[in-house]
């Protein structure tokens, strides 16, 4: 299972496409944060925050995660090299898990480098470190839990459909969708007493509650509940090859 892990992480960044994702991101964060002008520019708000990275980070990951697995069992499928794949003494579930720990790394390693947007923001405060620090830790851990989320919607995505583009459009879709879409269903009113409850399917119920600085038990098994269900869907999905 490690070495498929590696392998995978070496075959990203291998190809340009890695790097042009990783690029994509810190671009569109900073110019966000630090170029286009507006209440989101760290400048503009004359205060010492990363809430602007927080908030366009969710839904540059939106697009960023699906790039990143959309080729994780669509391209095997494609090549016809999943039954070789399969072929290897790992079970199903790690040579899945492989493919998404793989996926979590490289968001990671994306996110990584706004830790220099964290140390601007920080020597910029007056006083020097005047910054919500508890505030920030939470943003990171939920923006990390996040895309760990979306990495088990990408791989579920790619392990449907042999064509990348299709991968990509269905994960992009269903990211969307347990994002924002839940809670804009919710917020019709249409379902009485139960508009809560979609509400708080949704992830950015959790993702904002965790991005206040107050990691709930109730939000991190919610985030560990979501990839497992999309990763045992991965795991249906592929083990029905077997029944036709």
Not at 174 to 188: D, K, M, P, R
Not at 234 to 242: E, H, I, M, Y
């Amino acid at each position: 299972m490690w070495a498929l892990l590696l392998k995978e992480i070496r075959s990203f960044l291998s190809s340009v496409i890695g790097y042009v994702v990783m690029a994509v991101f810190l671009l569109l964060t900073g110019l966000f944060m630090w170029a286009f002008p507006g209440n989101l520019q760290v400048l503009d708000q004359g205060y010492a925050t990363l809430d602007t990275l927080f908030y366009v980070a969710p839904w540059v990951f939106m697009f960023l995660v699906p790039a990143v697995t959309m080729r994780s069992f669509s391209e095997e499928k494609r090549t016809g090299t999943i039954e070789l794949l399969f072929t290897r003494p790992l079970t199903d579930f790690q040579v899945i898990l492989a493919k998404y720990f793989a996926g979590v790394v490289l968001v990671l390693l994306a996110l990584l480098p706004t830790l220099i947007y964290y140390y601007s923001v920080y020597n910029l405060g007056n006083p020097v470190g005047n910054i919500d620090q508890g505030g920030t830790i939470g943003s990171y851990i939920g923006l990390l839990f996040l895309a760990a989320g979306f990495t088990a919607i990408g791989i579920f995505a790619s392990s449907i459909s042999d064509n990348q583009v299709v991968a990509f459009i269905l994960a992009l879709f269903l990211c969307f969708v347990c994002y924002s879409g839940l809670e804009q269903i919710a917020s019709f009113d249409l379902l009485g007493s139960l508009d809560r409850f979609v509400q708080e399917l949704g992830i950015a119920e959790h993702y904002d509650s965790m991005s206040r600085g107050v990691i709930d038990t109730r939000d991190v098994v919610y985030f560990i509940s979501l990839s497992g269900i999309f990763i045992v869907l991965t795991k249906a999905v592929l083990q029905s090859r077997k029944w036709s």
